[in-house]
């Protein structure tokens, strides 16, 4: 339920509401709006009368959400949400671009590619440290080693750093490194990660499910909405479908479809989406101009020989040449890269 309070509405009346809300067997979540106040309760009530709330003194109107989620939905928070990390803003009128290896290999190339993805105009470094691989006997990662030298990377060229936390007991470590936390699309229902995440102090960019749907995604979401982080990204990757041709399926339509339903930014990966470098650049710039937030692209200044994920590494003037294209498209749509 979504109780929206009178403009004018009083700390006392305020704090009624909330405890009426309380007894009742919600939780409440507030969101001071610039206009308005604004109190989510959580709780599955099907039965409950709403005009029980409805009559409090300072209550200007209250909503059944028939939508499973609730923090994560555009009813219950009207403005986007908006993350500032550093110098930038995730949410807001900017196109952000996230670009770097599938994976950190060595310094040699994450130093390369780090200066390569900065002179380009990306703002944030990404590489895994520990990779979720379809196969065990799959490269999986340089763990602490790998975050050390994204870290050192990124510093160098003035970029912030995103890196995959694949469990909890990871989560103090790569904190110590990272600006974003990376939740993978085969972790978006590890609950428990999810939950440990909402209390991390740092923003979480969570990844569509393989086979899940918006719905599912945002239901996700709300686990860490609800245990206290409120910056979250969505990230598009492509879902399975029956179309074979591509790695998997760009749901390009989730991105309007999420902004209508939900106030979280979403970013767009057509890397993992297609797999297929010569195929990023058409679904990066068909993102940018479905409204993306950002994009995340793969890149490799020596993709035929990269641990993971080489096929679908733009080459660094591939990169410099997306940059270049999606530059005029989010003009169009009267936006910038950030
Ligand atoms: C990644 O971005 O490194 C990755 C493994 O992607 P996904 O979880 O979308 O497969
Ligand atoms: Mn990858």
């Known amino acids: 339920m979504v109780v929206v309070l009178e403009k004018n509405v009083t ?20 969101s001071t709006g610039v206009e ?15 005009r029980r709330v409805k009559i409090l003194e300072g209550v200007a109107e209250v909503y059944r959400i028939t939508e499973p989620f609730k923090l994560a939905s ?3 928070k009207k403005e986007n949400t908006k993350i500032k990390l550093g110098n930038i803003v995730i949410g807001d009128k900017d ?19 780090a200066e390569i993805v900065s002179k380009a105009g990306a703002k944030i470094l990404r590489g895994g ?46 904190e110590q490194y990272t600006d974003i936390f990376q939740v993978g699309a085969r972790n978006m229902q590890n609950f428990s990660l999810l939950r440990d995440l909402g209390k991390a102090a740092k923003p979480i960019m969570l990844k569509r ?31 399975r479908t029956f179309e074979t041709y591509t790695r998997y399926t760009f749901d390009i339509s989730s991105i309007p479809v999420v902004h209508n339903r939900s106030h979280l930014p979403v970013i767009a990966d057509p ?22 937030d950002g994009i ?3 890149v490799h200044h020596d993709p035929e020989n990269a641990l993971s994920d080489g096929p679908q590494a733009l080459l660094p003037e591939q990169f410099s040449e997306l940059m270049t294209q999606i530059k005029a498209i989010a003009e169009v749509i009267g936006r910038k890269l950030v």
């Not at 405890?19 to 409440?28: C, M, N, P, Q, T």
């Not at 308005?36 to 709403?50: K, Y």
């Not at 671009?97 to 310094?107: D, K």
């Open 36 to 50: 308005q106040i604004i109190l989510g309760a959580i709780g599955v009530q099907p039965n409950f009368d709403i």
């Open 271 to 292: 890397s993992h989406a297609t797999g297929l470098r010569d195929k990023v650049i058409p679904m990066a710039r068909a993102a940018v101009a479905a409204g993306a």
């Open 209 to 239: 499910g393989l086979s899940a749907t918006i719905d599912d995604w945002l239901m996700s979401a709300e686990y860490i909405l609800s245990n206290g982080n409120q910056n979250i990204m969505l990230c598009e990757r492509g879902i």
């Open 95 to 113: 196109v952000v671009v996230i670009a770097g290896p599938c994976a950190v290999e060595s310094e040699e190339q994450i130093f390369i590619l």
């Open 74 to 76: 555009r009813s219950f």
């Open 296 to 298: 995340m692209v793969e």
């Open 11 to 30: 700390e006392k009346q305020l704090e009624n509401v909330i405890k009426h809300l309380e007894d009742f067997g919600f939780a409440v979540h507030k």
């Open 129 to 174: 440290a520990f990779k979720p691989r379809t196969s065990p006997y799959s490269f999986q990662g340089l763990g602490e080693k790998g975050l050390k030298l994204l870290r050192r990377a990124a510093d160098k060229f003035g970029l912030l750093v995103i890196t995959e936390v694949m469990e909890s007991s990871q989560i103090n470590l790569i």
